[in-house]
């Protein structure tokens, strides 16, 4: 049996062991910590080297999008999770597949070097140590996983004066709470997710917080059409397949139908698939209010203040840098996996193209706009079928292109660090899909099951998606990507509404696609409970056709076409 080292127990470790059982690998994984969650394993002082969140931090995934393919959450979770429930169902994930029992907790990994006969055998020789004995071991391993997550070494931008700054300056790295904030002036330094939420958290307690920008940003909220999670409809096949200049302009047409971006200045000069969106529902109301305040660039600070590029001067207290990370892998040599300007040559961003056997693959260092828990899993569904022999990798030629084609689509975007490992959610995990077997055959389901391939096409690409067919499949998947929605706003209804004050119906709230009867499995209609009215019912009636439920993606899709036929006339 074939050994696997994984280095790390957050969300790519405990995929990445599971993965190993399910093809009959022994996983030994490291976990420097004394628990499982990486990031999200929260603890009220961060530590260097080690991924952290904030206190109030939200994951601005919804649920059923961000949990792994043939394991949702319980119905009863939050539609966006906070990080306590972020680590409770990776604790749920690990207990039920019995994860546990492989990992090696206080166990730092020190070095991972090729061993002797590695051209003939590609293994790998990893040298740890235990904070439990104190020692430093050696052992030899037929394949290695990476699993350190790249949210874990603070980018500290330099600025000039700020030497002689008497305030408080940290990372959002270190930010735990607004408390030690309180009654004092804080600039918060860039407009990412964490810069947002931070601002937003600050401003409950500051006096004063004001958001420096160099660039701008589009906004989108985590609360979609008709309070839908906006992850969940944007993740839609049938959105994805219209042009890239409609799917921008129609992003920026919606996020201006919630908040003009340009009336509270932030709006950039980059078009909104040129950047990673900012994630918040909070901002402009704060801004409203005159909690935020929005601030150019840095160009200096003074002992007390700081002078911004157009040349306003704000006395402040503390400044905290949401500047994100360098991606650095420190127990590999750089021959091995080199990250420069957070730029990598990974193949797929996983395999070093360059070795002789595909023995190592980094796991989740990758920026897509969508959740990192299901990609991390598929990748590791992908390296542990390389490792057995089952699938193999291209010829070194190809893989190059398709490295290229990669540097060619990012240097689409702005040019920051943060937009070096940037991919769309649907096509990076269709294309691990595709080399794995598992990818859906939508046309094949339009035969076999038309509710389900509506589902699929129209609907949230739910990661069940890819456990529908091929290796891994699984028996829940159907109903866990029809159930998904569903699911996703159990959690709402803590109040149960009487009858007598549903004043509208229910129907208004959904899409419906009519298809001839022949084309459906057994004739009967997809639309049932309380989607029904008294229109869908008589259509069919009267008619050859059944009424199939769709979800808002296709209303979204309507939309989007509307916005874009009407910048058009104007």
């Known amino acids: 049996?074939?050994?696997?080292?994984?280095?790390?127990?957050?969300?790519?470790?405990?995929?990445?062991?599971?993965?190993?059982?399910?093809?009959?690998?022994?996983?030994?994984?490291?976990?420097?910590?004394?628990?499982?969650?990486?990031?999200?394993?929260?603890?009220?002082s961060a530590k260097y080297g080690k991924g952290s969140v904030y206190k109030s931090c939200v994951i601005n995934t919804s649920k059923e999008m961000m949990a792994f393919s043939d394991f949702p959450p319980p119905k009863?979770?939050?539609?966006?999770?906070?990080?306590?429930?972020?680590?409770?169902?990776?604790?749920?994930?690990?207990?039920?597949?019995?994860?546990?029992?492989?990992?090696?907790?206080?166990?730092?990994?020190?070095?991972?070097?090729?061993?002797?006969?590695f051209d003939q055998t590609g293994r790998w020789k990893v040298t740890y140590k235990s904070d439990n004995s104190g020692q430093t071991v050696s052992e030899i391993f037929d394949g290695v996983l990476v699993c350190t997550g790249h949210h874990t070494y603070p980018n500290k931008p330099t600025f000039d004066g700020i030497e002689n700054f008497r305030g408080t300056a940290i990372h959002s790295h270190s930010y735990r709470s607004p408390q030690q904030f309180a009654d004092k002036k804080v600039l918060v330094v860039g407009i990412?997710?964490?810069?947002?939420?931070?601002?937003?958290?600050?401003?409950?307690?500051?006096?004063?917080?004001y958001l420096s920008t160099r660039r701008g940003a589009w906004v989108i909220g985590r609360k979609g059409f008709w309070g839908y999670p906006a992850d969940a409809v944007a993740n839609c096949r049938l959105l994805f397949?219209?042009?890239?200049?409609?799917?921008?302009?129609?992003?920026?047409?919606?996020?201006?139908?919630?908040?003009?971006?340009?009336?509270?200045?932030?709006?950039?000069?980059?078009?909104?698939l040129e950047a990673h969106p900012t994630i918040n529902d909070d901002l402009p109301i704060k801004i409203m209010t005159g909690k935020i305040r929005i601030k150019p660039d840095v160009h200096n600070?003074?002992?007390?203040?700081?002078?911004?590029?157009?040349?306003?001067?704000?006395?402040?207290?503390?400044?905290?840098?949401?500047?994100?990370?360098?991606?650095?892998?420190?127990?590999?040599?750089?021959?091995?996996?080199?990250?420069?300007?957070?730029?990598?040559?990974?193949?797929k961003y996983m395999f070093p193209q360059h070795l002789k056997h595909p023995t190592l693959a980094v796991v989740g260092l990758v920026q897509a706009i969508g959740a990192v828990m299901p990609i991390s899993e598929i990748q590791c569904r992908w390296f542990t079928r390389v490792l057995k022999g089952i699938n193999t990798l291209p010829p070194l030629s190809d893989m190059m292109e398709d490295i290229e084609a990669k540097h060619l689509h990012n240097s689409m975007h702005i040019q920051s660090q943060r937009h070096t490992l940037q991919t769309f959610w649907i096509q990076y995990m269709d294309e691990i899909a595709e080399k794995i077997g598992c990818k859906p055959n939508l046309k094949r389901l339009f035969i076999d099951d038309p509710r389900l391939a509506l589902h699929c096409l129209c609907g949230p690409c739910?990661?069940?998606?890819?456990?529908?067919?091929?290796?891994?499949?699984?028996?829940g998947a159907r109903a866990s990507i029809i159930g998904g929605m569903?699911?996703?706003?159990?959690?709402?209804?803590?109040?149960?509404?009487?009858?007598?004050?549903?004043?509208?119906?229910?129907?208004?709230?959904?899409?419906?696609?009519?298809?001839?009867?022949?084309?459906?499995?057994?004739?009967?209609?997809?639309?049932?409970?309380?989607?029904?009215?008294?229109?869908?019912?008589?259509?069919?009636?009267?008619?050859?056709?059944?009424?199939?439920?769709?979800?808002?993606?296709?209303?979204?899709?309507?939309?989007?076409?509307?916005?874009?036929?009407?910048?058009?006339?104007?």
């Open 192 to 209: 990412g997710n964490s810069a947002v939420d931070i601002a937003v958290d600050l401003s409950n307690t500051a006096s004063e917080v």
């Open 486 to 570: 569903e699911r996703s706003l159990a959690p709402l209804k803590s109040r149960i509404l009487p009858q007598n004050a549903k004043i509208t119906d229910s129907s208004c709230n959904v899409t419906y696609i009519a298809v001839p009867k022949w084309l459906t499995s057994n004739g009967a209609s997809c639309v049932d409970g309380t989607a029904r009215s008294a229109f869908v019912e008589f259509y069919e009636d009267k008619t050859g056709f059944v009424v199939l439920y769709c979800t808002p993606g296709v209303f979204v899709l309507v939309f989007m076409l509307h916005a874009t036929c009407s910048a058009q006339s104007v």
């Open 76 to 117: 009863h979770f939050p539609t966006f999770l906070p990080h306590k429930y972020v680590l409770q169902y990776f604790k749920l994930y690990a207990n039920n597949f019995g994860l546990l029992d492989y990992i090696n907790f206080r166990t730092s990994v020190e070095s991972i070097t090729q061993c002797s006969d």
């Open 462 to 475: 739910f990661p069940a998606q890819y456990r529908l067919q091929g290796p891994g499949k699984w028996n």
């Open 1 to 44: 049996m074939k050994r696997v080292a994984i280095i790390g127990a957050g969300c790519s470790g405990l995929a990445a062991i599971k993965c190993c059982l399910d093809e009959g690998l022994q996983p030994v994984c490291f976990e420097s910590e004394d628990d499982i969650g990486g990031l999200w394993n929260y603890t009220d």
């Open 301 to 347: 600070f003074d002992d007390c203040g700081v002078v911004f590029e157009d040349g306003s001067y704000e006395r402040i207290d503390a400044v905290v840098y949401a500047t994100g990370y360098s991606y650095k892998i420190k127990f590999l040599d750089e021959s091995i996996v080199k990250i420069e300007n957070n730029k990598t040559d990974l193949y």
């Open 241 to 272: 397949q219209l042009p890239r200049n409609v799917l921008q302009y129609s992003v920026e047409k919606m996020a201006n139908f919630n908040f003009d971006h340009e009336s509270y200045g932030i709006k950039p000069k980059h078009r909104s």
